[in-house]
């Protein structure tokens, strides 16, 4: 009798711990065979990737989500595999599988396999080969715990780490194909992995990361809840970040242990229809109070978890106007857009989306890119839009939403402004068209042409509206648009000005110009300019009464930015046009001018010199220093052939206040890397950097074709006092090679002079003058002493018993005395310059 009442009891027990299966995800996709961060990776038959290291993990929700009670022991864990392949003939690899519990709700590239895996229990291992196989077919692969670990599920997350190595030696093929594993998009990180060939040391920290959840199935036994449960508080996910009704998933801030749990969720006191799962995903469309009952079946006690206040969705933006160019934004990239916008759609890949980037990284040369803008690429067939955050509208009332566009110069975009009360394309009202398939949007790779767009629109309803940019690649030609400086204002009753242009540049002065809109304004115009390009707040000047504005007291070798708007009356205004760029001219230079290019970023030009392309070819920029063609610094300013178009453009240096009647002497270099093709250059200087200025010819090299560095120096002698700029023109014949100047100095011809003596006579010569490192004596066999003085009549170095070359690349730039002490007493003093 005692017997058989035992036997009943350990039934009964074992009936109260049945196992309980679960699925997490639906197993939407099917992943790429090349994907790290699959289970197991295999991308062919025929690859010699053999090892891998994969985790999984299922979060602290995915867990909840399942009714896996904390507590449960974890019997078996299993993946869908896509795929109808398996191991191959003679193959075997070794299988280990190890869980952790955990409280990451992501995973993160970064740290050893060993550290992750240190504290895990090792929960399957073996050796798959052709008798211990996976599913020759599609379908789930399980692992089933078969060490003597025993896995303990302790209520939040668990990974799984999955170790795939190669038993034996391996023969081609050697499984039957790829394996592809089915997996659901996840909002983090919550698969990762790496792959090789050769085996994957414990100590590899390097992890490509996947956000997707792999489906898993779970095979557990819980024991039954007791007592009273402690659901704690109720947890929100989301939040009135932005204006309308906003999602949330609600769940509990503590899992209960055993099974037998029943969870029954209340919106304001009553219970929510089907609502019995320890999470519920909630729309917020008013003031809302959520809490959950849990009850304990076997002990029937019931607990609530304490409940959550959930706040009223807000209105959208009301204030007006409304920016945003993106410029305030601390971070840029893939996916980053600012706060309550939205992309959507664009195609098979993240890039595919309208995402933020930087100026720097851009291809579009315009003061509105500056810093940030937004860009898309090549949504090709896949329509993609960019919704604003939410505004809100009062009906009957006109607003105005712009902004500005550029293409990459090809054609085959299209595109629409949309007005939506969701910001969900579906049922989206279109408002015009910005851009069509037949146009080639203006600009070509370093395109200047934004291009303005603007709509009004005037909602018959009060409320929460987008507005949204459509685009769509209907080629395969274009690559990318750029966007910038949104705006939405109450219409004004007047337009913006529009072709914003600067003229009369001076070092402290400029004149700005606009043309007026159709219907001029009462109050005339307003004027901001600024050296940042950032958004205009109070207007330098305002009221003006005509269409242009001298400005004064810029500061010289400067960027300035400047916006136009439209006075409509003493309280409004339109929306501001521009900005339009410029740079105030630099300062005059004081001799000795030296221009070597060796502080110069390639392909920049230095600071205050200028170049002008007064034909179709190429024009210059600076370069490093040419192998082929010897007696060039380290960086030289270079003239790039071009294959159809002959060359015609001018470098200017900066300004140089000379005297009529003195005497100067400009020295420079100059060459080509060719004996076979002749390139031209031509030297002279003008009251201006412009073409049409260099009326004083200095000289003119019509045949350069010897792969030399020649050294010039030449005295010129201005007719009259002034501001002068010395212009090189490379206007060599298409298609032909690389020209090159260097090392140009300008002084007075007295300042240049060889040397001058004091006691013998000049016996010896010290060369080149100007010169960059070293400086070279003629004869030193009878110097005792070199001494540098520099011109305020400092000592600045000795050297004894000098050798014929004088390594001086460590003065500053400037004049310096070089005396030399013959070993008779005499003494010799010359004048050079240091570049």
């Not at 409004?572 to 740079?583: D, L, V």
Request: net charge neutral; proline share 5%.
């Amino acid at each position: 009798m005692k017997k058989f009442l035992l036997t009943c009891m350990m039934s009964f027990g074992l009936g109260l711990m049945a196992q309980t299966t679960v699925t997490i995800g639906a197993g939407a996709t099917a992943s790429d065979a090349y994907d790290n961060g699959n289970p197991i990776y295999r991308s062919s038959g025929t690859s010699t990737y053999h090892y891998s290291k994969s985790v999984q993990l299922l979060t602290a929700a995915d867990l909840s989500g399942a009714t896996v009670p904390s507590g449960s022991t974890i019997n078996s864990i299993a993946y869908y595999k896509a795929s109808a392949f398996n191991v191959s003939g003679s193959n075997a690899w070794t299988l280990n599988v190890y869980l952790k519990n955990s409280s990451a709700t992501a995973l993160a590239s970064g740290t050893s396999w060993d550290t992750m895996t240190a504290g895990a229990t090792l929960f399957y291992t073996a050796t798959i080969n052709s008798s211990n196989n996976f599913p020759a077919a599609a379908g789930w692969v399980t692992l089933t715990n078969n060490t003597s670990n025993t896995f303990n599920y302790a209520g939040n997350a668990i990974e799984v780490y999955i170790d795939w190595v190669p038993s034996g030696t391996l023969t081609s093929p050697y499984t039957g194909g790829e394996f592809t594993w089915q997996y659901d998009s996840s909002s983090t990180a919550q698969a990762m992995g790496t792959s090789n060939s050769s085996a994957i040391p414990g100590s590899t920290t390097s992890f490509s990361t996947l956000s997707r959840r792999y489906q898993t199935q779970l095979k557990f036994t819980s024991t039954p809840c007791t007592g009273t449960p402690n659901p704690g508080n109720t947890l929100s996910s989301g939040s009135a970040a932005c204006a309308g009704p906003y999602n949330t998933t609600l769940s509990l801030q503590n899992s209960v242990a055993g099974s037998g749990i029943t969870y029954q969720w209340y919106l304001n006191g009553s219970p929510v229809s089907g609502a019995t799962s320890p999470t519920l995903n909630a729309t917020i469309t008013a003031a809302s109070t959520y809490y959950c009952a849990v009850t304990c079946t076997g002990s029937g006690m019931t607990a609530n978890s304490t409940p959550v206040n959930l706040v009223a969705p807000s209105n959208g933006i009301s204030s007006f106007p409304w920016n945003e160019n993106f410029d305030s934004m601390s971070s840029v990239g893939t996916n980053i857009l600012p706060s309550c916008w939205l992309s959507v759609g664009g195609g098979s890949s993240n890039t595919e989306q309208y995402t933020t980037a930087t100026s720097a990284g851009n291809s579009y040369n315009d003061p509105r890119s500056a810093p940030n803008y937004v860009t898309i690429y090549y949504p090709y067939s896949n329509a993609a839009t960019l919704w604003t955050p939410k505004f809100y509208l009062t009906a009957g009332q006109s607003y105005d939403f712009s902004f500005y566009y550029v293409g990459d110069g090809l054609s085959g975009w299209q595109g629409d402004v949309l007005v939506n009360n969701n910001q969900n394309a579906t049922g989206a009202t279109g408002l015009n068209t910005f851009v069509t398939s037949t146009q080639t949007t203006t600009g070509g790779s370093n395109s200047t042409n934004y291009t303005k767009v603007k709509v009004t629109y005037v909602p018959t309803t009060t409320g929460n509206y987008t507005f949204g940019v459509k685009t769509l690649a209907v080629t395969s030609a274009p690559y990318y648009m750029g966007f910038d400086d949104f705006n939405v204002m109450i219409t004004p009753s007047c337009t913006e000005p529009n072709a914003i242009s600067v003229s009369n540049i001076t070092s402290a002065g400029a004149l700005v110009s606009w043309t007026a809109p159709s219907n001029a304004p009462a109050g005339g115009y307003d004027l901001y300019y600024s050296t940042s390009n950032t958004a205009p707040t109070t207007p330098n000047f305002t009221g003006l009464t005509g269409i242009s504005k001298q400005l004064s007291n810029l500061t010289a070798a400067s960027t300035y930015y400047v916006w136009v708007r439209s006075r409509c009356s003493t309280t409004t205004q339109s929306i501001w046009s521009g900005p339009a760029t410029f740079s105030t001219l630099c300062t005059a230079a004081s001799l000795p001018y030296v221009q070597d290019f060796e502080s110069v970023t390639t392909p920049a030009l230095p600071n205050c010199t200028q170049v002008q392309n007064a034909g179709n070819g190429n024009v210059w920029t600076t370069a490093d220093a040419p192998t082929d063609s010897p007696g060039f610094t380290t960086k030289v300013l270079k003239y790039a052939y071009n294959s159809s178009s002959a060359a015609n453009t001018w470098f200017y240096t900066q300004g140089l206040n000379l005297t009529g009647g003195v005497q100067y002497t400009i020295t420079y270099k100059y060459g080509n890397n060719s004996t076979t093709y002749v390139e031209k250059l031509k030297v002279a200087y003008g009251t201006s950097p412009l073409a049409s200025a260099m009326t004083n010819t200095i000289a003119d090299y019509p045949s350069i074709n010897d792969k030399t560095a020649h050294s010039v120096s030449v005295n010129f002698t201005p007719a009259t006092s002034g501001i002068y700029y010395f212009g090189f023109n490379a206007y060599s014949d298409a298609d032909q090679y690389y020209l090159y100047v260097d090392d140009i100095s300008i002084n007075t011809a007295s300042a240049l002079a060889v040397s001058e003596i004091s006691g013998t006579k000049n016996t010896i010569k010290v060369y080149p003058n100007p010169f960059s490192e070293v400086l070279n004596i003629s004869d030193a066999s009878d110097v005792k002493n070199v001494l540098i003085t520099d011109v305020a009549g400092r000592l600045v170095k000795t050297i004894s018993n000098p050798s014929s070359e004088l390594h001086l690349g460590e003065l500053k730039q400037g004049m310096y005395l070089v005396t030399l002490e013959m070993k008779d007493g005499s003494k010799q003093t010359i004048k050079t310059i240091k570049k």
